[in-house]
Structure formats: structure tokens, C-alpha cells
């Protein structure tokens, strides 16, 4: 194993193009309950932007390397690891401030879990965060059932993408909202039932055509802004509006006036809490979710693939909204 390696660093916020070096720097060393991980590849994130920016719930150290979540190769493990040896290939999120914008990086062992053999290694990168999310919001938080209707916003990213795959599994009728035409042939070949381009029509009108003016059973919203606004208004007696994140930038103030007289739950989905706090669901979910990718229903959506050295081209593409599925990084 080398003793040096290159990585990406960010000395101060901002936007990644104007803070982030590409540097070598030392190997880092595991701590006793830590994985050193060889990187084989790494799913970039929205957060990844957040904390580039220093917008993101957790500021790690600066210098940080980013890169959250990763597909790698165990090289060594502190002294307290048992259930890991060298050489097993892993996915699960980094011990920031160790990314995996790097050859080498540094995940927890409560952190890491086997790397579904149904996926390569780019594909693999990209399942834990996404599905984990997306699994926990349809089925811990919204208790979503067949037959229902399940609406996704940011159908094309790679939240949606993944719900719409798990919405689809769980027997739902899937519309997606997208932004765009190339977006919305995306949603479609994924398996949503209905697609909504946003640029061209009313999600409000089109949802409730759709639904005979019912509305959705289930909103799944990484969006926030206008797309939390008019979730309110199509949204079914007795549903269930998800709140997964604000990648439009606008963290919505709803009137609870409007949940009470409409009768809909607004239900917070914050995965890092399982995490914490029931490490044991995190691990079942994983164990679900590689049974489904066996048999072919979680296929994470791959909209490139990046060398390490445009991983900030990357994470520009993903603040500004212009990628569709989940964008990789191979050092």
C-alpha cells in the first residue's frame, strides 16, 4: 500500500470549482473501530455540495476531503474491527473529514456493509445512500401500500430515481415529476406509470386528472420550494408528504392550517437518525435491498462516469441541477 495519495481538498467553503485542490497527501491511518478503504468508486451526492459549500447540517474540520458515500476495497482495520478482513468489498458512507474524493478513505465499521454482489462496482456506490433513503421514506415513514398512489419529485435524480424503482416493487402506480424532455424519458424507462415534465405542464392539474381528483396517497419531495407548495395541494385525504430534502434551495414554512383542514401528515425522513439511533433497521434495510438487486428491481441509474480528477466538474454539474441519475468517481 502506497503511503501517499491524491485527494481532493477543501481548505475553505464555497462553491467546489473555487475551493477545492487536488492534492497529495499522507495515507490516512484507521482508528480502532475504522476501515482504511481503497476507493473503487464513489457516488456523488447532493450533500457532497452542502458541505463543499459549508451549507450542510455537519461541517467537518477544514481541510476536508468530500465524497460520502463509497464502493471500496479493505485494506486494514483498526484494532477493535472484527467482521471484516482485507480484501472484502464494502459499500457504506466516509468518517469525515477522510472522503471519498480520494484513492484511499476512511469508513466506520458500523459504517460499512458487503457489496451487493448483483452490482459492479459504480453501481454499488450508488445504492446505499439513495436506497436506504428511499426505502425508509416508502415504507418506515409512509407505510406506503399497494394500490396506492405515489408521487416522486426529481424523478431523474438519484433519490427519485431509486424511488421510483421501490415505488414500482411495492405494487404503487408511480408519477414522476421531472424537468424536461430528456429527464422525463429517463423517468419513463424507469418504470413510472405516469411522467410529469414541469416545464411544460401543471403538476397540480395533471396529478389530480390522474387521480380522478383524489390526488396522491404519497408524496416523496428531495425537493422543497414550489414542489413542497403545490404538493399540498394534490395531495390525497389521509396522505402523506414526505420531506426528504431541498435541493431547490427553498426550505418550505407550510401552514399547518392547511394539513389539518385537508386531513395529510407532513412527515420528516432524516436516514442519518436510523443511523444513530436504530443501527439494526439500517442493517435489515441493506439486507433487503441486496436481495431485490439479485433480482433485478434495484438498478441504480448511472448518468456518467468520472475520472478523479473531474470529480469538481462533477459536483458543479450536481449543484446546478443538470445531472440525471447519480454521477461516479473512479480514482
Known amino acids: ?36 478503504v481503497r476507493v473503487r468508486a464513489s457516488a456523488l451526492n447532493f450533500p457532497d455540495v452542502l458541505l463543499v459549500r459549508g451549507q450542510y447540517q455537519v461541517r467537518p474540520p477544514l481541510p476536508f476531503t468530500p465524497g460520502v458515500e463509497l464502493c ?17 468489498r464494502v459499500i457504506g458512507t466516509t468518517a469525515l473529514p477522510s472522503g471519498a474524493l480520494a484513492e484511499y478513505a476512511l469508513v466506520e465499521a458500523a459504517d460499512a456493509f458487503p457489496a451487493p454482489a448483483a452490482l459492479d462496482d459504480v453501481q454499488a456506490s ?46 404503487a402506480t408511480v408519477i414522476a415529476v421531472v424537468g424536461g424532455a430528456a429527464k422525463a424519458e429517463v423517468a419513463a424507462k424507469l418504470g413510472a406509470d405516469l ?15 390522474a387521480t380522478g381528483g383524489r390526488g396522491a396517497d404519497v408524496i416523496f419531495d428531495p425537493v422543497g420550494g414550489d414542489a413542497y407548495t403545490g404538493s399540498a395541494k394534490c395531495v390525497a385525504f389521509e396522505g402523506r408528504i414526505l420531506v426528504v430534502g431541498f435541493a431547490g434551495g427553498t426550505v418550505p ?7 389539518l383542514v385537508k386531513n395529510y401528515s407532513i412527515v420528516g425522513v432524516h436516514w442519518g437518525l436510523y443511523r444513530q439511533l436504530d443501527p439494526a433497521l439500517v442493517v435489515q434495510a441493506h439486507e433487503t435491498l441486496c436481495g431485490l ?9 448511472i448518468g456518467g462516469v468520472l475520472s478523479l480528477d473531474e470529480a469538481v466538474d462533477g459536483l458543479t454539474r450536481l449543484g446546478a441541477g443538470e445531472t440525471v441519475g447519480r454521477l461516479v468517481v473512479r480514482p
Open 72 to 88: 471500496g476495497e479493505v485494506v486494514a482495520a483498526g484494532a477493535e474491527v472484527t467482521g471484516f478482513a482485507e480484501g472484502d
Open 293 to 301: 438487486a439479485a433480482d433485478g428491481v434495484v438498478q441504480p441509474l
Open 126 to 171: 450508488a445504492m446505499h445512500i439513495a436506497y436506504q433513503t428511499g426505502w425508509f421514506s416508502l415504507h418506515r415513514r409512509a407505510r406506503l401500500q399497494a394500490g396506492e398512489t405515489l408521487l416522486i419529485h426529481a424523478g431523474a435524480g438519484g433519490v427519485g430515481s431509486a424511488a421510483i424503482q421501490l415505488g414500482k416493487a411495492a405494487g
Open 1 to 36: 500500500m502506497a503511503a501517499v495519495m491524491r485527494a481532493w481538498q477543501v481548505a475553505a467553503n464555497g462553491e467546489p470549482g473555487d475551493v477545492m485542490s487536488l492534492v497529495e497527501t499522507e495515507v490516512p491511518t484507521p482508528g480502532p473501530n475504522q476501515l482504511l
Open 253 to 259: 414554512t407550510p401552514g399547518l392550517n392547511h394539513a
Open 195 to 209: 411522467v410529469i415534465d414541469r416545464r411544460e405542464q401543471d403538476f397540480i392539474k395533471a396529478v389530480k386528472a
